[in-house]
């Protein structure tokens, strides 16, 4: 199976007020097609200075970042974006909000017509056909990240990146959110790598866990996943569960032991 995404030898440096940091070290992975691959790691271990750089906002100190082979030079609509905050227009309605990337498209000399109908669709999927016309600030936190979501999809990326999107949203709506975003991506049609520090949430969606240490951010651990898919959430009581969930919690408490010492 080719990777759509391998990161090589990847390093970030900081210039900061009292000196350089290196927020990330020798950081290299593969994300094959149609997987989720799930990062988690402390505060600080440089989970979204790695999504920022996977989205071209910025640029590695050494190493490489390959798209489909190709290196990554700037940001592109052949990556979704979603963080924890919604990023959303506040003044256009949701259906202008995930149509916006249409003006794009059109740009592209895609067809607007086949976007704006794939607007229409991924709404409805997203379910928020009944708030198609309602403002940011009409919607709940957990219906703003469902049209950010659907925003990110419109373009059909190569690979949607995910810094935290479920992480300023109460447990049930998490949950929800969780389950949505399966029933969009976890076919194995999308390719996603999503940051999270809840554990429960990475073994929940992904293939696999990679397990980020802080200071420098380094790959301490890479856990398969090996939970039948599509995941139903009763799946999160299996014992299989809940032994990933370990597996993943123990290399987490050892990235923060070697960070504190
Ligand atoms: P995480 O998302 O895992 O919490 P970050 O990627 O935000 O971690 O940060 C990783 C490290 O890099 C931290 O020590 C942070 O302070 C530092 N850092 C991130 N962005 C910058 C920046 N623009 N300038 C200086 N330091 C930064
Ligand atoms: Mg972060």
Not at 4 to 21: A, C, D, M, N, Q
Not at 83 to 112: G, Y
Not at 193 to 212: K, S, W, Y
Not at 227 to 247: A, G, I, T
Request: hydrophobic letters at 45%.
């Amino acid at each position: 199976m080719s990777a759509v995404l391998k990161v090589r030898g990847l390093r970030k440096e900081f210039e900061t007020g009292s000196g350089r940091i290196v927020a990330l070290r020798d950081v290299a992975f593969d994300v094959n097609a149609g997987e989720i691959v799930c990062i988690v790691g402390p505060s600080g271990s440089g989970k979204s200075t790695l999504l920022a750089m996977v989205a071209g906002l910025d640029a590695p100190t050494a190493g490489h970042i390959l798209l489909d082979d190709e290196p990554v030079l700037g940001p592109g609509s052949d990556r979704g974006m979603v963080f924890q905050k919604d990023c959303l227009f506040p003044w256009l309605t949701v259906e202008q909000n995930v149509a916006f990337a249409t003006a794009l498209a059109r740009h592209k000399r895609s067809d607007p017509e086949a976007a704006a109908e794939r607007a229409r669709s991924l709404i409805l999927a997203v379910g928020l056909g009944a708030f198609k016309r309602a403002l940011p600030r009409q919607l709940s936190g957990g219906m703003r990240q469902r049209a950010a979501i659907a925003r990110a999809l419109l373009c059909q990326p190569r690979i949607l990146l995910m810094d935290e999107p479920f992480g300023a949203l109460d447990a049930q709506t998490r949950e929800q959110m969780q389950d949505l975003l399966l029933g969009l991506c976890g076919r194995g049609e999308t390719t996603v790598l999503f940051v999270t520090h809840d554990v429960e949430e990475a073994v929940f969606l992904g293939d696999r866990v990679i397990v980020l240490s802080a200071h420098p951010g380094e790959i301490a651990a890479e856990i398969p996943v090996v939970l039948p898919r599509p995941r139903e959430l009763e799946q999160k009581l299996d014992p299989e569960f809940s032994r990933v969930r370990r597996e993943v919690v123990t290399a987490l408490r050892a990235a923060r032991r070697e960070a504190a010492a």
